[in-house]
């Protein structure tokens, strides 16, 4: 099979950039924007995102996400597109607002520009939408025609959203090496469609280096609403190493286990991330690394914030018998464990899951 590496047509990331969207969009389009939001974006920065377009008489719509990735969310904003004859999808926000942006110009073919206000995932630069219940419970993959034509981080913005968030960033991306070099190991096909490529696997490591050199210091930066050295990194890393190193090295069990946890409401207010940072190390148990190894990891999670244990989770109160279901959760056919370089089963990531939350303390 063909070896293959995806990345977005563009990456930008610099201060201020909210204020160029519209130049933006008309490398792309000339009739009307459709731009999604979240809440938070809609009070915080509509008049910059407006503006923008003002300036460049530039006919817009701007709509307010409806808080959930889901296909009825993704229907409500077809319609309204459709309605308002709109030629170029601008998402801005977070993950689940881009997963549904990316969606929408999926599915009526139109370009699609892609703005976090967060470095929370690695989901910007990807060509896949992560869809959800409208209940919140993770539903499926949608796979993409083709990465977003542009991905645009403002670092002025992602440096005043909330710290947590970008620890959440460092959560997601800290599984991204582990999960490709087990992809690797097992010569798996990668969610790009094809083998992993030497540069895919190299980007995954840097990521992961990145996180270990930069992700404290970034943290502190951050909490001090200051955009140094160390966060331009993380944000690279979080957002787009960690975007094609996912996409083209593979995804393996850190990101089943926490689709397995998406089961648990108990667990909901936890951001993607800091479930994914909990089910690297249950990876790293299942794939039986060296104490030394696991400890660093622990380690890294402890320093910047990320939850280590099941209490940390808010999941102390689980029973062990849905404990069992999330691990069943996490082993159906289809689950990107199965691209472990080994068989894996819903007995052994209970297993793990459990030692896991043992070493996390």
Not at 198 to 219: M, P, Q, S, V, W
């Amino acid at each position: 099979m063909s070896k293959i590496i995806n990345s977005p047509g563009k990456y930008i990331q610099g201060a201020k950039e909210l204020e160029n969207l519209a130049k933006y969009y008309k490398i792309k389009g000339d009739k009307v924007a459709y731009i999604l939001v979240d809440k938070f974006v809609f009070d915080n920065f509509k008049n910059k995102i407006t503006e923008s377009f003002e300036k460049e008489n530039i006919p817009y719509h701007i709509e307010v996400f409806g808080g959930e990735c889901s296909q009825n969310e993704i229907d409500r904003n077809i319609k309204i597109l459709k309605e308002k004859n709109c030629d170029v999808m601008l998402g801005i926000g977070g993950g689940k607002t881009l997963d549904a942006a990316k969606a929408i110009s999926y599915y009526e073919n139109i370009p699609v520009l892609i703005v976090p206000t967060i470095a929370s995932t690695d989901a910007p630069c990807s060509a896949l939408s992560v869809i959800y219940t409208p209940a919140g419970e993770f539903e499926k993959y949608l796979f993409l025609k083709s990465n977003p034509d542009m991905v645009i981080m403002d670092t002025e913005v992602i440096v005043n959203a909330p710290v947590r968030l970008l620890v959440a960033g460092i959560g997601d991306a800290l599984s991204t090496y582990f999960e490709a070099k087990a992809c690797v190991d097992s010569n798996a096909t990668s969610i790009a469609g094809g083998k992993a490529t030497k540069a895919a696997l190299a980007i995954a490591e840097l990521c992961l280096n990145t996180l270990f050199e930069d992700g404290l210091k970034a943290k502190i930066a951050v909490e001090n609403k200051v955009c140094s050295k160390a966060v331009e990194n993380i944000i690279e890393a979080n957002t787009y190493l960690s975007g094609i190193g996912f996409e083209s090295g593979g995804l393996a069990g850190a990101h089943a286990i926490h689709n397995g946890l998406t089961i648990l409401e108990e667990g909901h207010h936890m951001y993607h991330g800091e479930k994914v940072a909990f089910g690297t190390i249950v990876q790293l148990v299942l794939e039986n690394r060296s104490l030394e190894e696991i400890n660093e990891v622990v380690e890294l999670c402890k320093s910047v914030g990320l939850p280590t244990t099941l209490k940390e989770l808010g999941l102390e109160n689980v029973s062990n018998e849905r404990l069992y279901k999330v691990a069943e959760a996490a082993t159906v056919p289809g689950e990107t464990i199965h691209n472990m370089p080994f068989e894996v089963t819903a007995d052994d990531v209970y297993a793990a899951i459990l030692v896991a939350d043992k070493l996390g303390k």
